[in-house]
């Protein structure tokens, strides 16, 4: 006779029992404040510190906020507005805001840098993300130039040509790898370029221009400024800078003494030398240096002088993902009978880069911050015009209104760079945990 | 052997850099604008406005010197300077004319090879003090704490005034004029000391004005001028004279309002000289004939300028003081157009 038989067991239960709420202290907001705010007596004073540190430093700076004011024409309106209460003058802001993001651009021309804003997300999306049309790749080849013409304005043959030097010098290597070998095809297509840009280019661009007139009203680079100088020197100086910060990492580690040499020289050099050290070169001393009447533009001389610069930080930490390779890995694309340029592109590459995408990112949101260095050399960006609003008469003495303004769009920018930084990293994870 | 070849080289372009910097005013005109050095920010003096448009006191020399050049005080292009480069930009000639709150000194002019066309502000160092303090006078400092910029010129001009009226003081350094002022506000100290002009914009910004008081005492010389470079005389000619034209027209009644019934002619032959009517000072000077007038339409007289950007009825709320015409007993006197 079983335990189970029906004689024996009185009561057999044939549905489950709805499971019951928990205790009230083990669920909601009172469970999670007993796990996270005062699980241990350590965490009890650290939670009581926190909240008397947000009571006495962050409370008083409510009324601030909610008491600003935001339609007034001077400091001394906003004052008078307040009436004796605390409150933040926003008011620079409705006035300025245009000027803190587009620096002195024309009013009329704005749609230039808005249009120029969108095409970057546009061209930059199919490089951060995989899982996008292949064809957007169009739009990022065809950006470094209408950047430049959206920006700068002028003709548009001007900037056609340039590209065209690129086609060009693409043919020609196209044709010569058929018939040559080695490095040769890649001197004829640059020899073809060079040529081209240096003495066809200017008369066939003028020609164009005279038969088929067509371009932007110019906007000189002193016109630049705010948001949109850091925008166009950060973003010009991460897209250049990384490929030259690889290049830098390979030939630093490269067996040619030579090429080691000139990259230790280069990187030692220009990590030795502060960013505003170089800024003012660019700035001041190259004039001594030109012939005079030859003028290079003064934000093109930055973006050069910023690109070198992360370049050398750049290729310190792709060295770093270099050398945290195992060599096996190395040993391996050389059994498998690849060529140098192979090996690195197939294997060496992706698992260095990945491994240093922390590092890469934390060098491009410095660079990114770095841009407000441009202040020193007489270029307006958020922190200069900042300065400059402050000089007119009726914003003197306004400082914080216009310093959060600032700091939040940085942390926007360097914030999305860091999570997209981090969802690289877990989308390119190939161990299991 | 390369490094002479690059010093050869670095020398011939320091040459023809000197060599053909020597036209400017031919230069300028072809270029059609003229590179005008500026503060990137000095309240009342030069500042960007909402629309990006600079306004302020040394801003409108460079305004004046392209009304007489170009006949059109807009076709300027303002280059913003720090203090440290203005004179380099100057000597390479990224611009052609400095009008940058610069203190006429000999090593600047001398050593520095730049070339001071005049002045357009007398400046000196004042100090500020909280009303509540009950300090009247300078004098009367013993024993205070002065905020005072570190590296300029007014920390040594201070230290001076102390130890020549045998007082004594305590600094409480500061980098910016901006941390000078919130330190002062904050009560870190009981002065505050720099040039009279920034005292003023300073206290025009302060919640309650009234509550600080400028001492009288101007204990240093601080003449700010525009300035060129020394090697073209004739361009030196061109902005000293604009300079003089709008002191003059002050001195002799002509404003922006009454210069075009004066150009039809008047009694008074200097007048005619000045407004072009006769004697053919624009042909000297290589400026078109009525390039006074165009300098009082679009920018005015001295003490209108003055008026506009910093004078009394201004927040900044300067009195003429020094910077008055010689006949209301200033400094300001003007060479005779003849």
């Keep these: 006779m079983s335990n189970l038989d029906a004689e024996t067991v009185q009561f057999v239960r044939e549905t489950m029992i709805p499971p019951s709420a928990p205790p009230g202290r083990e669920t909601g907001a009172v469970k999670w404040m007993r796990e996270n705010l005062f699980s241990s007596w350590f965490n009890v004073i650290m939670t009581l510190l926190a909240i008397w540190f947000i009571w006495h430093f962050f409370v008083p700076m409510i009324p601030w906020f909610v008491n600003g004011v935001w339609n007034a024409d001077s400091l001394r309106e906003c004052r008078e507005i307040l009436d004796g209460r605390t409150g933040g003058c926003f008011a620079v802001l409705s006035e300025r805001w245009k000027q803190l993001l587009f620096g002195f651009y024309p009013q009329t021309e704005y749609w230039r840098p808005i249009l120029m804003f969108i095409w970057l997300a546009v061209a930059a999306a199919p490089i951060m993300f995989d899982n996008l049309p292949r064809k957007l790749l169009i739009a990022t080849a065809i950006y470094p130039f209408a950047m430049v013409w959206l920006i700068w304005g002028g003709s548009i043959w001007g900037v056609l040509s340039v590209a065209a030097g690129f086609g060009l010098g693409y043919v020609a290597f196209k044709f010569a790898d058929r018939k040559l070998e080695g490095l040769i095809p890649l001197l004829v297509g640059l020899a073809v370029a060079v040529v081209w840009w240096l003495f066809l280019r200017g008369p066939v661009a003028g020609g164009l221009q005279s038969i088929l007139p067509f371009g932007l009203p110019s906007v000189g680079s002193r016109e630049l400024g705010g948001f949109l100088i850091c925008l166009i020197i950060g973003v010009s100086g991460i897209a250049l800078s990384l490929p030259i910060g690889i290049i830098l990492a390979l030939g630093r580690i490269s067996n040619l003494p030579l090429v080691k040499m000139i990259c230790v020289g280069f990187i030692e050099f220009i990590r030795g030398v502060p960013l505003i050290t170089l800024l003012f070169v660019a700035s001041l001393l190259l004039n001594y240096f030109l012939p005079p009447k030859v003028t290079f533009d003064l934000v093109l001389r930055v973006i050069v002088m910023v690109t070198l610069f992360s370049s050398a930080y750049l290729a310190e930490v792709i060295r770093g993902g270099l050398a945290a390779l195992p060599k096996g890995q190395y040993e391996a694309a050389d059994a498998l009978g690849l060529s140098y340029w192979q090996a690195q592109r197939l294997i060496i590459m992706p698992q260095a880069l990945k491994i240093s995408i922390p590092g890469i990112v934390n060098s491009f949101i410095g660079l990114f911050m770095d841009t407000s260095l441009v202040m020193f050399i007489g270029i307006f960006d958020m922190l200069g015009l900042a300065k400059a609003i402050r000089a007119n008469t009726a914003w003197i003495g306004i400082y914080w209104e216009l310093y959060i303004f600032i700091g939040l769009v940085f942390w926007v920018c360097c914030f999305g760079m860091s999570q997209y930084s981090q969802w690289l990293e877990r989308k390119l994870r190939t161990d299991h945990h | ?338």
Excluded at chain 2, 6 to 20: C, D, E, N, Q
Excluded at chain 2, 118 to 132: H, S, W
Excluded at chain 2, 168 to 182: G, I, K, L, N, R
């Design chain 2, 1 to 338: 052997m390369n490094k002479s070849v690059f010093l050869g080289a670095l020398t011939v372009a320091a040459l023809s850099a000197g060599a053909a910097a020597a036209a400017t005013l031919d230069d300028v005109k072809a270029a059609g604008v003229l590179k005008c050095g500026v503060n990137p920010g000095t309240p009342g003096f030069a500042a960007p406005d909402a629309n990006g448009v600079y306004q302020g006191f040394d801003v409108d020399i460079c305004r004046a010197v392209a009304a007489a050049v170009f006949g059109d005080a807009t076709k300027v292009e303002y280059v913003p300077l720090d203090s440290s480069q203005r004179f380099t930009s100057l000597s390479t000639g990224e611009i052609d004319l400095l009008a940058r709150n610069t203190t006429w000194t000999f090593v600047r002019d001398v050593d520095l090879k730049n070339e001071f066309v005049g002045v357009n502000y007398y400046d000196g160092q004042g100090f500020i003090v909280p009303k509540a303090l009950g300090v009247s006078s300078a004098k009367e400092l013993d024993g205070a704490t002065v905020c005072i910029e570190t590296g300029t010129t007014t920390e040594l001009n201070l230290a001076d005034y102390f130890r020549a009226n045998s007082m004594s003081y305590q600094a409480v350094p500061v980098a910016t004029f901006e941390e000078a002022q919130s330190q002062f506000l904050a009560g870190a100290c009981d002065v505050y000391t720099t040039d009279a002009s920034a005292l003023a914009a300073a206290r025009s910004a302060f919640a309650t004005p009234s509550d600080y008081v400028v001492l009288p005492e101007i204990i240093s010389k601080e003449p700010l001028g525009p300035l060129v470079r020394q090697d073209d005389g004739a361009w030196g000619d061109v902005a000293r004279w604009t300079l003089n034209a709008m002191i003059a027209a002050e001195e002799l009644g002509i404003t922006s309002a009454n210069v075009g019934e004066m150009a039809a002619g008047t009694d008074n032959p200097e007048i005619n000289r000045m407004l072009g009517v006769e004697g053919g000072l624009g042909d000297m000077i290589g400026l078109p004939n009525d390039w006074v007038v165009q300098i009082l339409t679009q920018v005015g007289n001295y003490g209108e300028s003055f008026e506009r950007n910093v004078g009394e009825d201004t927040p900044i709320g300067l009195s003429r003081g020094l910077n008055a015409q010689w006949k209301d007993g200033g400094l300001l006197y003007a060479p005779p157009f003849r």
